[in-house]
């Protein structure tokens, strides 16, 4: 079975930096596509980063370009999210994503249950 669990979010000031981690089990992450989004309540999810199969190209959202960095270790099993230079906007709750093949088709069918970013300002 298809499991993603997220962690490391939490409160911060603006300026401030966070990692999130997902770790991922039922597969080999090398073989998908594996992305962050976020979402804030009333508010479309928003893609934030991505990352091909097999540490492929990697995608960021111009929103958080030169902030945030996308990752996973070598074995594959977790995705990482780095996030400096933290703004207020940036608050909401994060998810990771997993879709089988390239990034530039995918289809999410495996979602965590999401890691919460506060940024005061």
């Known amino acids: 079975q298809v499991q993603l669990a997220e962690s490391g979010g939490g409160s911060v000031q603006a300026g401030g930096s966070l990692t999130l981690s997902c770790v991922v089990s039922g597969y080999t992450s090398g073989d998908y596509c594996m992305a962050w989004f976020r979402q804030v309540p009333g508010k479309e999810r928003e893609s934030v980063a991505a990352?091909?199969?097999?540490?492929?190209?990697?995608y960021v959202a111009g929103s958080v370009e030169g902030r945030f960095t996308i990752s996973r270790d070598n074995a594959g099993n977790t995705l990482y999210l780095r996030m400096n230079s933290l703004k207020p906007e940036d608050t909401a709750m994060y998810y990771c994503?997993?879709?089988?093949?390239?990034?530039?088709?995918?289809?999410?069918?495996?979602w965590g249950q999401g890691t919460q970013v506060t940024v005061s300002s």
């Open positions: 990352i091909n199969p097999r540490d492929g190209p990697t």
């Open positions: 994503a997993a879709a089988r093949g390239s990034c530039a088709s995918a289809d999410f069918a495996y």
